[in-house]
């Protein structure tokens, strides 16, 4: 029963026209609302919060470094959601939503790891450090990289967008067990004496900007997604009518 | 039904070692290329005992890995061109059983020679010797999922363009649990320490691919078929 | 008469469109169907559903009993002999004529032991038909079974497919170039469509 509802439901806003208006009316707001909480998110973190004791302001870099990462996470498994319903439905938007996850996963990922890298350089002394939770984004980096480039080597973009989407799976598998066996690896190695984020060492005052860098990051991947699946969506049916309606109707 | 599953599978196995035997030189190339990359690598960092049986656990297995990604782009691609491929899903189907022959005569072509040889190019690397038995156990526990995951990332990439590059890059993550799992073993047993848990965790992740890849080679090569 | 093969509003699409009009098509033992249409309207498409190749966007596929395809690709493997290319096939399915006789029927009696990869087209063509006949299979799947072959090749792929609607078998075959030289009676023709460009509105 809530799978038929479900079902309906995703065939409804399925429809490219429809999703096209949606997304179109949707995504300045998900932006504007980007702008505004990453605005005063960083406000706290770099003016109200004090500078750590022991890693002074350069620790502020978490603000940004924490929230990518988690959001880098989180995309992956709602990518995974997205190609489960696209394999067993068939349903083309849920085949581009998927498909449009990859890259701004990818992004976050990045920024996760150039944030991690440029915060070492004073830590550690080093850009990179093999410490585990940046060797998991790494880990992390190229399965998003696998992905893209498995999508982008077929010509027949749905037949690309299912068979990546058996990735996207095997990759959702495997990520907890990288996750664990990249921990495993560290511990075994000595791992980094000085960690980012230390466990449960957290000063009440650095919560509420990094809950408003990390409400941000969701914002900033909902407009970012539906940005993107909209373009895909214009692109592959560039030959259709209801695309030439909607160009002339945006340019009277 | 069942029955007629494990025929096609059986005569799709001996159909594949006859194939492999008729061209026994070009089946042992990843072989060979096991031995060049074992040789390079004192070339490369020098030859001073200590630093190489240092190296020695993850540099089997690193060789052992790029040995077998080598073999991986012929793994189906043949048959896909010869159209023997499709046929393995015309009317009754026996997908999955015949995955798992193919499997199993690609890992007797690739592992099971690495496996064989294993003490020549540890001794080669200077491994310590009380460490010989692990690695010969982790490889022979390892490389099944090394076919597996490497089947997978193959049927994935089967009908694209530049699939070998794509290969590549597909299975390095894929693998990565099993790189540690495995030459933390070795390197364990180096040390004179317990690599059981090492191994307990290898021979689980070779069990999870085992139940899973199968499933996803069976619908990737399908939809390559398209 | 019984019923081989039942289709109901298939589709598959390729690029995301439809490749041909949803197909109604059934196939009764004893007959054969005749797909024609211009190029790149589906056919081989068609019929690598009916087999099982392709998986269906929508509709419904029903077999009844085993199937055979011989498709544009030969399935026969360079380094094995002619024999054992056949052998191969035998170990899969309920088993039919004896490799010999197969072979002699196709027209390539004594080139048992000649390897796959040394047969011209044509031979590989006869080489894929004599695949039909080391297995029992009531439904045979043809795709351009004259393409490459002579004169004398294209009576065989006659013969062969009037002997086996004699015994009760069924067939679906794509031709363009000519249609098969049995008892017409037996013969349905079905022309496949482009299907419309369809617009999402």
Redesign the interface.
Known sequence: MIWKTLKIWFHKLG???SFYRFARVVSPWLWFGFAVTAAYGLYLALYVVPPDYQQGDSARILYIHVPAAWQAMFIYLVMTILAIIALIW?I?LTEILAMSCAPIGAALTLVCLVTGSLWGKPMWGTWWEWDARLTSML??L??Y??IM??YA???????GA??AS??I???A??IP??H???E??NT?HQGATIKLTGESSMDPSMLPPLIWMVISTKLFFGAALLDRARNELLD??R????VARQVLETSS | MIESRTHAAAALFRRDMKLAFRRLGESLLPLFFLFTVIVLIPLGVGPGPNLLSRMAPGMVWVAALLASLLALEHLFRPDLEDGTLEQWFVGERAVYARVMARLLSHWLVTGLPVIVFSPLAAEMLNLPRHALGTLIVSLVIGTPALSLLGGLAASLTLSTRGASVLLSILIFPLIVPLVIFATGAVSMAADSLDPGAHLGLLAAFTILSLTLAPIGIAAALRMNLE | MSLLLETSRLEFHRYGQPVFRPLELDLQSGRAIVLTGPNGVGKTTLLRLLAGILAPVRGSLKHHGEIAFVGHLPAIKGDLTCRENLAYERHVGPPGLDMAEALARVGLAGLGSRPGRALSAGQKRRLGLARLLVRETPTWLLDEPYASLDDAGCSVVDELIGEHLDDGGGVVLATHQRHPRVDAQRLDNITLEFAPVRDAS
Request: hydrophobic fraction near 55%; charge should be positive; charged fraction near 25%.
């Open positions: 429809s490219a026209p068939r083309r880990v992390l190229f399965i990289i696998g480039g498995l080597a077929f010509d027949d973009r749905r037949k299912r068979i058996v990735l799976i095997a990759g598998v495997n067990i990288i664990f066996s990249v495993w690896w075994l592959q049916d030959s259709k009518k209801w």
